[in-house]
Nanobody, 123 residues
C-alpha cells in the first residue's frame, strides 16, 4: 500500500501561483511515477503532469506546458507542482496518484490516490 497526502491548495486570484505537494509513504519503492490529475465539477478527471522516480522524467498535458512545473524529491518521497499564471479554468480538485507501471498519462494505470486538494482561481 502507498499512502498519499496532498497539500497546498487554496484560493488565488487569476495570474497568481500555488505550489502543491504530495507526500508518499508506505511501499513507495513499488511506485514508478507520481501523477497529478484534476477534476472540475461535472467533468472527468484529467491528466495534468507526472514525474518518474528512477529516471526523473517529467510529463505534462500539452495545454499546461509552460505554466505548470512538476518536480520530485526522492529522499522525501514527495512530489511538487508549481502552478503559475493560474486561470479561472484551472479551478478543480487536484489529486495526486501513484502508478506502478503503464502509461503515466492514463488515469486507469494509477493504483493509489490522495484525498485531493481544492484549487480555486477567482477572476
Amino acid at each position: 500500500q502507498v499512502q498519499l497526502v496532498e497539500s497546498g491548495g487554496g484560493l488565488v486570484q487569476a495570474g497568481g501561483s500555488l505550489r502543491l505537494s504530495c507526500a508518499a509513504s508506505g511501499r513507495t519503492f513499488s511506485s514508478n511515477a507520481m501523477g497529478w490529475f484534476r477534476q472540475a465539477p461535472g467533468k472527468e478527471r484529467d491528466f495534468v503532469a507526472a514525474f518518474t522516480w528512477r529516471s526523473r522524467n517529467t510529463y505534462y498535458a500539452d495545454s499546461l506546458k509552460g505554466r505548470f512545473t512538476i518536480s520530485g524529491d526522492n529522499a522525501k518521497n514527495t512530489v511538487y507542482m508549481q502552478m503559475n499564471g493560474l486561470k479561472p479554468e484551472d479551478t478543480a480538485v487536484y489529486y495526486c496518484a501513484a502508478n506502478r507501471y503503464g502509461s503515466v498519462y492514463d488515469v486507469s494505470t494509477y493504483d493509489y490516490w490522495g484525498q485531493g486538494t481544492q484549487v480555486t482561481v477567482s477572476s
